[in-house]
């Protein structure tokens, strides 16, 4: 199945949700960053949240999920834009924590404290950034909490990256969950219930499609379809722009590049990408200076 993110509506208004899977996206990232089992995991619910934050967005706008964690896991970042596209890199590629007796991997005493930020670029003068404390650092409940606290939209997310015995990304997947107005509190009872009884993603994504998570949260209650959009992992960059880049560095510092090492290598946080500059690379820089 390819990577897709479906957005539903109940039929009756009160409440609107995201399904997700991103299995393809998250593995290229972990493959990218070289990522161990704890930090993947972090990585690939950052990258989830990003998507479902991008889905909310319009055109052209584009959102960025930063998490600056206090812990050993550090900063993730994340950049999505409407379109579905995705990239993220997380500061501390190296961890690896797990449950001794069960081998679970452990993301939230890595990643808490520490805090959220979202911000959103709409074209205007300056961006729009929100920010609420890291609550578990589970990521798909703090992300809840910012949509509750920053937003008022009371919901409910669920993000999960499942690895098999090598570590590698086998599911990712994940959902959210947003009471519109007119849903009454015996409706959000309801909805927390049918949440509280569900599958996990990763078993309902391991025997069916993503429309099913759909189908387990909104149980007997009707919904329809809004959209399907497909999710990947891409990245903007290019040898132009840290071209510039290094243009702003200024005439004495590139001098002194050119007479040390006679080369520069640059290196994409988001991809790993790598864009070697030889001699006279740097002196057609320096020209242009």
Sequence with gaps: ?????????????????????????????????????????????????????????????????????????????????????????????YVDLKKTATGEVMVGTSVAPGFLYVIKDMGLKEPYTGQVPLTTGEIGEDLAYYFTESEQIPSAVGLSVLLDIEDRVKIAGGFLVQAMPDATSEDLIDFENRLQ?????????????????LDAIFGS?????????????FCDCSKEKFTKGLISLGRAELEAILIEDQKAEVV????????????ADLEAILEQL
């Design 268 to 279: 994409c946080h988001f991809c790993g990408e790598k864009y070697h500059y030889n001699q």
């Design 221 to 233: 209650v009707e919904y329809k379809v809004l959209a399907k959009e497909p999710l990947c992992f």
């Design 1 to 93: 199945m390819k990577d897709t993110l479906i957005k539903a509506i109940s039929k009756d208004g009160k409440f609107r949700a995201f399904a997700l899977l991103a299995t393809e996206t998250v593995a290229e990232a972990a493959l990218r960053h070289g990522t161990w089992s704890t930090s993947t995991v972090a990585l690939g619910r950052s990258l989830m949240a990003g998507a479902i934050l991008g889905a909310n967005q319009k055109g052209n706008d584009k959102i960025t999920l930063r998490i600056l964690s206090e812990n050993t896991i550090g900063q993730i970042t994340v950049d999505a834009n409407a379109n579905g596209q995705l990239k993220g890199y997380v500061g501390n590629p």
């Design 197 to 213: 009884a569900m599958p996990a993603i990763s078993e309902i994504l391991e025997h069916s499609s993503t429309q099913a998570i």
